[in-house]
């Protein structure tokens, strides 16, 4: 029997596993050193925030693996030896596969900041940098002060959690307007407004120059580069974006780049080996798509793909329109299609923003042809599956503002703010 | 350190979560209250029992709102579940068990011993905590208190004022905002208020009304076809008549019909009395219930078994009504047998013809069921006397549904339970009544949760706030839309969702149920492919 071994218990590995078994009797080995079952890593706050215990973050009962005859090995795997397809693990065993998928996902980034490996620093990615927060960050005595390095999506969630058990926060954004490469000026100062408003000190515009230890080689403080400014902290997060978790490849015949480089059949330059998820990189994108995504949602889609490819069905990934979910403290966010911070060469953005500062939206759009190219939502939940098949249809912005009702998904009673969006929209058009 | 242990993982209890002064003074003013109610129980004898009555439901009603207004109204609006796993009361702490005890406790004395509360027996006058509740009773019915009236007052202020902190709670959300204002106003109108004026209209002797909760169905209120209480509404005129009229529509008319519109949610999670306390004093326990696949079994089981115990006592009951008096009524004892078991017939051929497919391994257990019923009902008929079925008095049978189901299962364990396996261990486990509506609103609803494409972030927290222990994330991860019968439709997986995607919705019957393997947002001609298959 084909022996499929996946390195890697997230959300692309297991998914990748889970299709393989309904399409297969091969042998399946999931391969983690890090948790015994797969759980939800964008669960992992609402562990820390109390909302969730850990047990509930893992989306299968544990009877489900071996019901479904996924072998389940912690262990930590040193290199592959892909000649005599081998995996070494630290502690000396090894384990021989017929396919390897690798999906191991990110690690956080660190930028050789001075005193970035003191104690009491840490990432917020995996359940270990979870359990390093519950120590050096269990309540407001333990740690006085807070220090976020880095304004992305893991930054954010970071401050939520610690303002959950009321630690003071300082959030450090090099950019001048939270997340500002990624949304819209309007939409990025209004989470501004929003963070600052949960009693958050946002810097905007400002980067790490140091992390400063006390004598027992913990951290002290942290000093500003612009403005020299050392802040006290007993915490620092480093959270300025992730990079593929591939440092044990390094050793072997496979090719990685920034990740482990894979064609659009996501095979390495190995045969039957495999990379899927964050530690994937694309040689060609696709369509507007990085090379390297580290979504959950992508994730998920090369597990699916790529289970089909190891079960005789070789296909292609090929994501459909791009989408993605995040949530800003109390503000929901949701995206459809492209809309970049600043509107590509012949595109425009028509934004809307409710009074009251938590709901906002942004579409981008072809200023020629009409044509809608996305839409980005904050504080108003939208229906995937319409933005999924307007976008499929390419219609124009008239046909979209005209019919935003059908595509909302806020529940039941909530106030509706399409026709306030759609006269806003046709007072703009008539001053352009 | 085991997470079994210590599910937050912290080496230190994390102390950001206590309470603030505002806050302790509130719980003060509470256990003032508290503490009035226990001195009455002590049969302390207040010179001015509706001054002191006034005082304690006060003390306590003020007590938690201004423990609400602190606790929500100090923080902009937003999902409030920081801490729920942390706090000793509502992750099954020292404080959760505690407060379950004293709840079960007081549960079996009121059920059991009501003489411990001061009910005075056999005409003599109440004491202890009964007699603290006299005057209010007299000012509403005219007739002293009883232990079910001191239960009714406690159960509609807890309803009012955990109803307060439930829409502060949730103040960023419509929904749940209007159903716990309309939970709130029918456990005040409907539950308390009208049947206590109705027993007003019994001074005259034209009226021997029972106690009569409008919006109470069979077979929630099974008590409505015992003989006292036909007795009662037969010989009340036309609105005694009006009454058990409505009773019956209700349950064959009225339900089926909203029932398809809405789903059960309309009475589970609008309506109900037991939903009612659970969706407000409960509210703070709605995580603790499991979600394991093994309760799921178990709940199908119990919930049917409680539905057939149900029907067969009821019958039994009718069929001893009428056999007891053979010429009083148009309907016989042995028609009323044959209509019964038609009408069981009737729903169990619609539901094989039309839904076999949906029902898969269900409908072998529906059988069993069916046939179950039909065995009961003929030996009823070929072995019943007018006074024996299954050889035990009727009357027995029906003690022994009261005793097992209407106050071990309902009150003790269903209420009493709250702080250790959630807030709706009755409605899930037991509520015949939530057996028939969830039965329609499985095979006949508009009603359904729809998810959101491939939104889903597999974060769990839909399933750990789903008090009726339903797994949501099993579906919403697969895109997959939420039929079930369980779901009471109190909104809170919509609610909790950081991702937006889950909505409550009442939409067409056709692609309800949309099984899919690969999610939206991949490969078209892969889930094509997959999909259709």
Known sequence: MEHIVIIGNGISGVTAARHIRKLSDKKITIVSSETDYFFSRTALMYVFMGHLTFEHTQPYENWFWKKNRINLKKGYVKNIDT?????????????????????????????????????????????????????????????????????????????????????????????????????????????????????????????????????????????????????????????????????????????????????????TNIPDVYAIGDCAEQHEPIGNRRPIEAVWYTGRMMGETVAQTICGNRIAYKPGHWFNSAKFLDIEYQTYGWVFANPKENHEHFHWKHEDDTKCITVEYNSNTKEFIGINTFGIRMRHEVFDRWLSDKKDIDFVMNHLSEANFDPEFYSTFEEDILSSYSFQLQTA | MSHKINPSMSLVKPEANNLSTKQKISISLGIIGFFILILALLNTNFPNKGLFLTIALGLISVGTILFANDAYLTKLEGIKNDGVWFKSISSRGTLGWIAGIILTLFYIVLYFFEELLGQGVNGAANTGLISLFDPFSLLLSGRPASQWFVYGTLYTVAILIFGYKFMLKYRHNRYQQLRTASVMFFQLGFAFLIPEFMARLNESPDYNLPYYDLKSMWPLNYYLFDGWSLDGLLSSGNIGLALLIFGVVSIFVISPILTYKYGKRWYCSWVCGCGGLAETAGDSFRQLSSKKLSAWKLERWLIHTVLVFSVIMTVAMIYTYLGSDPNKFWLTKGTFLISAGAFLTLIFVLAMAFKRHELGTDARYGAIGYFIIIALLLTIHFLGTTTEVFFINSGNLRSAYGFYIGAIFSGVVGTGFYPILGNRVWCRFGCPMAAILGFQQRMFSKFRITTNGGQCISCGNCSTYCEMGIDVRSYAQKGENIVRSSCVGCGVCSAVCPRGVLKLENDSLKGRINSKEILLGNDVDLMDLINHK
């Open chain 1, 83 to 267: 000649t005599s397809k081998m995996l070494h693990f630290a502690k000396g065993d090894s384990l021989q596969y017929d396919k390897l998928i690798i999906a191991t996902g990110s690690k956080p980034n660190k930028f050789g900041w001075p005193g970035q490996d003191l104690d009491g620093v840490m990432g917020m990615y995996h359940k270990q940098d979870l359990e390093n927060l519950e120590t050096y960050a269990p309540n407001n005595k333990i740690c006085k002060r807070a220090v976020i390095v880095g304004g992305g999506l893991i930054g954010i969630e970071l401050a939520e959690m610690l303002n959950s058990r009321n630690i003071p926060v300082t959030f450090l954004v090099r950019e001048n307007s939270f997340w500002n490469m990624v949304l819209p000026k309007g939409e990025s100062e209004m989470i501004n407004r929003h963070i600052k408003n949960h009693h958050i000190d946002l810097r905007l515009g400002v980067n790490l120059k140091e992390i400063k230890a006390n004598e027992s080689g913990k951290v002290k403080s942290i000093v500003i580069t612009e403005t020299e400014e050392e802040i006290p902290c007993d915490v620092v997060g480093l959270t300025a974006g992730v990079s593929p978790n591939i440092d044990f490849i390094k050793e072997s015949n496979i090719e990685i780049g920034r990740g482990i480089k894979v064609n659009h059949y996501l095979e």
